[in-house]
């Protein structure tokens, strides 16, 4: 009996041990089943990134044309439907043919994303909108695409474009949509995979991948403004040698790079304060800060313990700056600075009132502007609505901005008792820049309102002059299109800012500053201005220390005399003037009158006489300087020339040095010629 139970309990643990490897052989089946089907899904979408599952996508979604053929068994026998279609749109068909359907139609109409296909689809995945007779709409209408970033369905096919094109300017790709973009605002990536890493001027800053797109990005950068930044770093550094140290502002940080700059390379003499409205702007200036150990006033100040120590020598930031999130204009309310740089995108206007509110006596305001679209005459009434000026498209089209902003900065200053003094204007492609120094006072308040006078412009032949009171519009101008033609032929333009537009002695000391930094890029560009700013040629301009000591700075206004009997007050210009030194001011610049510039430029292309070659351009300027004619280049066009000769003196120098095409026609082109002068 014991053995019988014996072999009972054997047999019966034989079985027991022979289904449970009957169940692990089912359940190692059907593993393996899961695991195939999953290294095939991850084959098919091999080239997709890892934080986005293929059990997230839509089977319309594909990265290889074998991804879409194996939704269905084409090696089978039989009839087979189409998995993207209905069976209304497409019947079940044979495997050949079903392999055509795919290649033809769904894998060739598709709109592409970061190496990923979304064919096009005629499931009824949409929630369509019922006719008015109550039935859904079919056909065509059915069709669609499936988003690879957000699975939202879009009809056309330009619709899915534009909405992926803001899916990337907001920053959000395929990865970051499944939830790892945020591990990556909160820490910078040192690989930059996330990040690109730009350097400029010594000075690196972490860039978004919609860091082109404005309209879209907080984080906006521009790689065509950095003729720009290096202007506005020359000018801050110019003050920073008159005074030490001095309270900077850049109102819109962006990624912070201009503010960055400033404290990296100014060191002690500047104190920086960085503000964006922003808090990925704040997030993104705090990483570049610590990207260039640079310490953020009120932020982290470094390891502390037994790790000091060793990282004392890595960890000692070279600058300090101040990083605040706070609008523009409640911070120049709040705070006063020797320095702004205003650089909002578009115009600035709406932040001038506040700038001049609060800034120091003979501080200095930087305001970049790039609504392009107003300031160039191609939107007159936005002109109108933010510049309170009337202007038309001319040929001197860019000065004529410039002049704007000043006269926009010279009534925002006016409304605050404060008077402003031109040290430079630039007119580039894309941006003006214009950078004032402020003076204190109702005198010097007056003085540059009374500098804001009507422009009249004839629409013929394009002469100008400023508009003196008193003066009716026809008699002002020298030419007489208004009697030889009928009609009216002279507008008004402005108001507009008839003073000069660069000071000699400033721009002398930014080259100065340029060629300290290495600034290699921006010093033809600052020669270029020094030239039109006391109307000479390069040939004559004199750079060294000998040019220098023949400037008398009075602390407002620096110009550039040459006579030796006002040299001898260059030794009592060494500090800033108070008192009745400092009210004497406007006295000096009257005496000096007769040492600015000639407003506006003529284009030698505009004004080219038919039939007729012209000289070279540096063999005009030579000419006109013969005539007794003071003469130099502009860089608001590389074609215009600034003389304080008329339009008709001008025209007739041109006809005199210019050469008829043809020998034989000479007569009739020089009758001509005289007619048209």
């Not at 990536?189 to 797109?213: C, D, F, R, W």
């Not at 819109?252 to 960085?274: D, E, S």
């Not at 009337?390 to 002049?403: C, G, N, P, Q, S």
């Not at 007119?427 to 804001?452: I, M, N, W, Y």
Request: proline residues 4%; contains cysteine; hydrophobic residues 35%.
């Amino acid at each position: 009996m014991a053995e019988l139970k014996e072999a009972g309990a054997a047999q019966q643990h034989q079985e027991d041990g022979g289904a449970k490897r009957d169940g692990a052989t089912g359940e190692e089946a059907a593993a393996g089943e899961v695991q195939a089907a999953e290294q095939s899904e991850a084959a098919a979408d091999s080239d997709n990134k890892p934080s986005t599952t293929t059990s997230d996508r839509h089977i319309s979604i594909q990265t290889k044309l074998e991804g879409l053929e194996m939704l269905v068994d084409l090696n089978g026998a039989g009839r087979k439907s189409c998995p993207l279609c209905p069976e209304e749109k497409f019947k079940a068909c044979y495997s050949h043919k079903l392999r055509r359907h795919l290649q033809n139609l769904h894998w060739k109409v598709y709109v592409e994303f970061e190496g990923s296909r979304m064919c096009i689809c005629h499931l009824s995945c949409r929630n369509l909108k019922p006719s008015q007779s109550g039935d859904q709409v079919s056909g065509r209408h059915m069709a669609h695409y499936h988003c690879v970033v957000c699975s939202v369905t879009i009809a056309r096919k330009t619709d899915m474009i534009s909405h992926l094109k803001r899916h990337v300017n907001k920053g959000e790709t395929e990865a970051s949509y499944s939830g790892s973009s945020d591990v990556q605002f909160e820490e910078p990536a040192p690989s930059g995979q996330a990040y690109e890493i730009m350097k400029e001027l010594g000075t690196n800053v972490q860039l978004l991948p919609n860091h082109t797109t404005p309209q879209k990005s907080d984080t906006y950068f521009n790689r065509k403004m950095k003729a720009n930044r290096q202007l506005v770093f020359c000018s801050l550094a110019v003050l920073a040698e008159e005074r030490n140290p001095i309270e900077c502002l850049d109102a819109f940080g962006a990624t912070g790079i201009m503010g960055l700059q400033w404290a990296k390379h100014l060191r002690t003499a500047v104190r920086v304060t960085i503000t964006d409205i922003s808090d990925t702007c704040i997030k993104m200036i705090k990483e570049n800060c610590e990207l260039n150990n640079i310490r953020v006033d009120g932020g982290s100040r470094g390891p502390r313990g037994p790790e000091k120590a060793c990282c004392e020598a890595e960890a000692t930031p070279v600058a300090t700056v101040e990083v605040a999130k706070m609008d523009a204009n409640v911070i120049m309310h709040l705070r006063p600075f020797d320095y702004i740089h205003l650089d909002p995108f578009g115009t600035a206007v709406n932040y001038l009132d506040a700038a001049f509110r609060n800034i120091r006596n003979l501080g200095i305001i930087s305001v970049t502007s790039t609504d392009t679209g107003s300031l160039y005459a191609k939107s007159p009434n936005v002109t109108q609505r933010h510049y309170g000026c009337h202007i038309v498209r001319t040929e001197y089209y860019k000065e004529l901005a410039a002049r704007m902003v000043v006269a926009s900065l010279a009534r925002a200053a006016a409304r605050c008792n404060k008077g402003i003094e031109v040290l430079l204007a630039v007119a580039l492609e894309h941006f003006v820049l214009v950078v004032v120094r402020v003076l204190r006072g109702p005198t010097q308040a007056d003085e540059s309102t009374k500098k804001l006078r009507k422009l009249v412009h004839c629409q013929w032949c394009e002469e100008r002059v400023f508009l003196k009171l008193g003066n009716m519009v026809d008699d002002t101008l020298p030419c007489n299109c208004h009697g030889s033609l009928p009609g009216k032929t002279a507008v008004q333009l402005g108001p507009l800012w008839s003073g000069a537009l660069f000071n000699t002695g400033f721009l002398r000391r930014m080259l100065s500053a340029a060629v300290q930094h290495s600034m290699d890029d921006i010093q033809p560009l600052v020669k270029t201005l020094i030239c039109e700013s006391e109307c000479t040629t390069l040939k004559s301009l004199v750079h060294g220390s000998s040019a220098l000591t023949n400037q008398v700075e009075c602390g407002v206004v620096i110009k550039t005399l040459q006579s030796g009997e006002d040299g001898g007050s260059s030794d009592q210009a060494g500090k800033r003037k108070s008192g009745e030194d400092s009210g004497n001011v406007v006295k000096k610049l009257k005496a000096d009158a007769s040492l600015e510039h000639p407003p506006f430029y003529y284009s030698i292309h505009r004004h080219s006489i038919r039939g007729m070659n012209m000289p070279k351009l540096n063999k005009f300027l030579q000419y006109l300087t013969e005539a007794g004619f003071r003469v130099s280049r502009t860089h608001f066009d590389p074609t215009g020339v600034r003389t304080d000769a008329t339009l008709q003196q001008f025209k007739s120098v041109l006809t005199k040095y210019s050469a008829p095409t043809c020998t034989n026609a000479g007569a009739g082109a020089q009758a001509s010629a005289e007619k048209t002068v």
